[in-house]
């Protein structure tokens, strides 16, 4: 034991002396410093946003005065711990019209009018630029420090004849491998941590970013997972270490693999993905989807013209002159309703209005409207699962694409981290989920207040609907242990290459050849 | 003597364990490009059929409202003009899958009054004008990275520096820096026989994989390329070797600065994660700050007031200066609906256009602050050689509004050779009825510029002139031992 504890020490003294200890401790502060500034930033500009578009929808809100205007609009919440891994925070929409009868699907780019939007974006262009944070940072920096501080553990000592001079002390090889690891690692854990702190300070320096304990044990985790991730790589330096006569091979090798898992691997794999099996639904492949829900919209009407028909309003068969579905109480009181409607892939409305509405008797009509207006909302949603089709194709590619890149360790680190912050692809879905589940919401609250078959349905002639005990869209981030138990797959991998590597580098050790 | 050290070196570089991984790296990436770009997807053929095709049903809509009639062409517009992808995307990708590929001059947007109000009822096309696409978004940062040449020729920089790190000091270490001294030769001559020597051997694997790279397009006929193309390719290599020359001069430099070799890697590689990744992003992520603009919903709300206010003079009920409908023996009521339309022309284009400037503003922002990198400095003058990213489409958008001023002047010209036209633009009932011929109108033309290059090359050259100065000056004071 008393072994082990002089080797590390002496690890970690003779780590720390080095020029590369100091170099790599100061560029990778700097650039941690420079990354998080830059994304507070970023944070900033949209945490603005956001609290601009939340007032505009709440004035917005104070407009609706008949049942049929509600249309709340859900908004997603920068997430603080994007300055961490920004990933899908500055993707993707973040401001969804919820309707009862519209369906929410993903087409950012396919119209000005699909549900899903982005706001509050100034430049789409600058997203040319690669988005660097913390997460990227450590990724390519620490691993690259982690390589430098590993590479001469063992070939270094056997140039230098002092392995020999180890080895003839009364310690086993296992001791000199387990305090190698653990003194690189010594001398390591100051600048994953100090970088961090560093990170954090900078973060809470600006008054928009306001850290809850959640946060900060989601800070803590990242912090492990990075120290896993830093002794991912520590590891196969030591196995390369040990695997090679010279430390310059060492060093060579280890830079390569570097260099292919960090950046080329992923790189080659996402975007091969990308070229065969497109990621992005493009206007094209949206064509034969949006006929498809036209046709629904079509079968709607049917159904609907057909139940008018069996009410026995036979010349108000389709609908098109609901007026016959109200009677006057005279002749000169029959007025005009006045009938809107508009269809396109993505909805189909109706809108009414009646004149001297408190003399005529509107049962039928309300009756009517009583079954349309549900009927629309189911029609709806299977609208809504013909849109989302691309997107989901989509997303099982981006997924397959995941896959394969995790096959770089580099990356699982990247997947693990954007998990435990909540800024992943699974995260976004969750909100565009969340906004279907306010829809759903939104329709009992309208089905419990009777509000398609209730004149307030088109009507403010008795006052403005009472909305106060509306639901509101509430989307809360994961807790600690529903991100861990979903980031456990990725932590496990990195964990599996860390048995794997040091067992490798131990069994290697122990039949090193001294010669 | 130098070709003795240049022969040396060379020998020394192939067999070494970092040539080897190169030499297979490389052919491996250059392949893989040219098989991505080339076949994947229906490669670059499929994307210039949907190019031709999408510029065909534009030219047919043309040809339809031509033979219609002049005031319908006038009204409708030139249509959807695309922008021609280019066959050496393979080179250099320039983020393409954000950028758009179009511009739309059509009109689609009918409205119409069925009378009331003392108004006369009335159906109209509200006429064109230029509009932007948004660029579109994808998946997450890293993605932003392709394999395309541009790549490849960053992994040569790193490559150069593990192939010049220890160029010096390790020599300096095993002994063998003062034997070489001792010879006759200047200090100038060791190191440009060094430089040349890191220089062939980097070059070779790299030129091997370009061959390879361009015998799988060209066997395959994935990608079709022109006699231009080609010496837009050998440009290409001749930036690809001044980035590797200008790491070579900085490995150099850093390798006569450190007495470990170690210590001048570690320099290297942090020098080299910086100016490839770190600072050109963050950079180009900060100019946001650095030069606010408008956000996009703020102009499209400015846009929406005053159109609304537009609407508001000329078409409200009170408003009774467009209760007639136009028609062609009233110029009086007809111009005071060109007026309006005008009015809506102005606006929307004004807006659209200053927000794109903005926009291409704080991207050119971005792009010069970022050129202190010599990689970016490559990658911009790989794009611009390639008239793939920003800066093509920047160019073509210069373009798309000359010929949106030529078509319209078009317009106006011909319909002068109407007598029979009011000659009021751009009211229908204002404007000629004859059809016109469809091979008179004027055809969008997109001329290639590489202007954009000049610069990158320039501070690229300036880069190598300036590592070649300190590594000179830095070996001229190093110590021998």
């Known amino acids: ?100 009868a519209r369906p929410i699907w993903s087409g950012l780019h396919i119209s000005f009018f ?105 800070i803590g985790l990242i912090f492990a997972i990075s120290l896993v991730y830093v002794s991912t790589w520590y590891l196969l330096g030591l196995l390369f270490s040990v695997w090679t006569k010279e430390a310059a091979t060492t060093l060579i090798l280890s830079m390569f693999v570097w260099v292919i898992v960090t950046t080329v691997h992923s790189n080659v794999a996402t975007f091969a993905v990308e070229r065969l099996l497109p990621s992005q639904p493009t206007a094209e492949s949206f064509r034969p989807i949006f006929q498809e829900a036209l046709q629904i919209w079509d ?22 002159n609901p007026q016959d579905a109200i009677s006057w109480p005279s002749k000169e009181l029959a007025s005009e309703i006045s009938h809107g409607s508009g269809t396109a892939p993505w909805y189909s409305k109706e809108t009414y209005g009646v004149n001297n509405i408190e003399h005529a008797d509107l049962s039928i009509f309300l009756e ?40 770089s360790f580099a990356d699982v680190y ?25 829809k759903r919401q939104l329709v009992d609250y309208l089905a419990d207040k009777e509000a398609f078959s209730s004149p307030t349905w088109f009507s403010s002639d008795r006052g403005a609907v009472v909305l106060t005990d509306m639901p509101v869209f509430r989307h809360r981030r994961l807790s600690l242990s529903e991100s861990l138990s979903r980031a456990a797959g990725d932590i496990l991998i990195l964990v599996a290459w860390n048995i794997i ?15 | 003597m130098i070709w003795h050290i240049v022969k040396k070196e060379i020998y020394h570089n192939l067999t070494t364990l970092r040539f080897a991984l190169m030499i297979l790296l490389l052919p491996l990436l250059m392949i893989a490009n040219a098989l991505i770009y080339g076949l994947a997807g229906g490669g670059w053929m499929a994307e210039n059929n949907t190019h031709h095709q999408l510029a065909a049903r534009s030219f047919n809509e043309l040809k339809a409202s031509a033979a219609q009639s002049l005031a319908e062409l006038a009204l409708v517009g030139p249509g959807r003009i695309s922008k021609r992808p280019s066959p050496l995307i393979f080179c250099a990708d320039g983020a393409d899958e954000v950028i758009p590929k179009f511009v739309m001059m059509k009109s689609d947007i009918h409205s119409s009054r069925s009378g009331g109000n003392d108004a006369e009822p009335y159906a109209w096309r509200f006429p064109w004008t230029l509009e932007y696409p948004l660029p579109s978004e994808s998946g997450n940062s890293m993605q932003r990275i392709k394999l395309d040449w541009v790549f490849i020729g960053i992994l040569m920089s790193f490559f150069t520096i593990l192939f010049t790190f220890d160029a010096i000091a390790g020599e300096r270490a095993r002994g063998t820096l003062s034997l070489i001294m001792s010879n006759q030769i200047s200090r100038g001559q060791v190191l440009l026989a060094k430089y040349l020597g890191a220089f062939i051997t980097l070059m070779v694997p790299l030129a091997i994989g370009i061959l390879m790279n361009l015998l799988v397009i060209l066997l395959s006929g994935s990608i079709p390329l022109a006699g231009g193309e080609w010496l837009r390719i050998l440009g290409m290599v001749g930036l690809l070797a001044l980035l590797v020359s200008s790491f070579i001069f900085l490995g150099l430099f850093f390798s006569s600065r450190v ?122 003058a790989m794009e611009g050689l390639a008239n793939t990213g920003v800066v093509s489409y920047m160019n073509f958008v210069k373009h798309a509004r000359r ?69 000179q000056i830095s070996f001229l004071k190093s110590e021998v031992k």
């Open chain 1, 501 to 515: 590597l040091f067992m490798a580098a131990y069994v290697s050790f122990l039949r090193y050849d001294l010669g």
């Open chain 1, 414 to 438: 990247s997947f693990a981290v954007g998990t435990l912050a909540g800024t992943d692809r699974q995260s976004y879905t969750d909100f565009l989920s969340a906004t279907r589940t306010y």
């Open chain 2, 259 to 380: 007495s470990n070799a170690i210590t001048g890697l570690v320099w290297l590689l942090l020098t080299w994660v910086c100016l490839a990744f770190a600072f050109p992003s963050l950079l180009g992520t900060f100019v946001g700050n650095l030069n606010p603009i408008p956000s996009v919903d703020e102009v499209s709300l400015r846009k929406e007031a005053q159109l609304a206010q537009i609407e508001e003079e000329f078409r409200e009920p009170h408003s009774t200066r467009l209760k007639k409908a136009p028609s062609a023996e009233d110029p009086e009521t007809t111009r005071r609906w060109a007026t309006y339309f005008l009015a809506r022309i102005e606006t929307q284009t004004q807006l659209a256009d200053a927000q794109i400037d903005w926009q291409f503003r704080q991207v050119q922002l971005a792009r010069d602050l970022t050129q202190f990198s010599p990689i970016a400095c490559f990658q911009y």
């Open chain 2, 403 to 471: 010929y949106r001023q030529t078509f319209t002047d078009f317009i106006k010209t011909e319909d002068r050779t109407d007598s029979a036209s009011l000659h009021i633009y751009p009211v229908k009932e204002g404007l000629s009825q004859k059809p016109v011929d469809v091979a008179a109108v004027p055809q969008f033309q997109e001329a290639l510029s590489h202007e954009s290059v000049l610069l990158p090359v320039g501070l690229l050259i300036l880069f190598n002139a300036l590592f070649f100065i300190i590594a």
């Open chain 1, 114 to 218: 699909a549900p899903i939007q982005k706001m509050g974006t100034d430049n789409p262009f600058l997203s040319i630029f690669l988005s660097v944070d913390v997460t990227f940072i450590f990724k390519i920096v620490l691993s690259a420090l982690a390589i430098l501080f590993a590479y001469n553990a063992i070939s270094g000592e056997r140039e230098d004849g002092t392995l020999k001079l180890v080895l003839s002390n009364a310690v086993p090889r296992d001791t000199i491998v387990l305090g190698k690891y653990l003194g690189g690692m010594f001398s390591l854990l100051p600048i994953v941590g100090v970088s961090l702190l560093f990170a954090l300070l900078f973060a809470y320096a600006s008054p928009a970013t306001a850290f809850d304990g959640k946060d900060l044990a989601h």
């Open chain 1, 1 to 100: 034991m008393q072994m082990l504890w002089l080797i590390i020490r002496r690890e970690v003294v003779s780590n720390v002396l080095t020029s590369r200890f100091i170099i790599g401790f100061l560029v990778c502060l700097l650039a941690t410093g420079v990354a998080v500034l830059v994304q507070v930033n970023d944070y900033e500009k949209r945490l603005t946003a956001y609290h601009t578009a939340v007032r505009e929808s709440q004035d917005e809100a104070r407009t609706w005065d008949v049942y049929s205007k509600i249309n709340p609009k859900a908004h997603r919440k920068p997430n603080p711990l994007g300055i961490f891994h920004a990933g899908m925070e500055t993707f993707g929409g973040n401001t969804v019209s919820v309707e009862p």
């Open chain 1, 299 to 320: 079968a709607f009407r049917k159904e609907r013209n057909a139940y008018v028909k069996q009410r026995g309003r036979e010349q108000a068969a389709d609908w098109e």
């Open chain 1, 368 to 407: 009517i409207l009583g079954y349309q207006e549900p009927l629309r909302i189911r029609y709806a949603d299977k609208v809504e699962e013909v849109l989302n089709r691309p997107s989901r194709a989509a997303a099982k590619n981006a997924q397959l694409a995941a896959d394969i890149s995790r096959l």
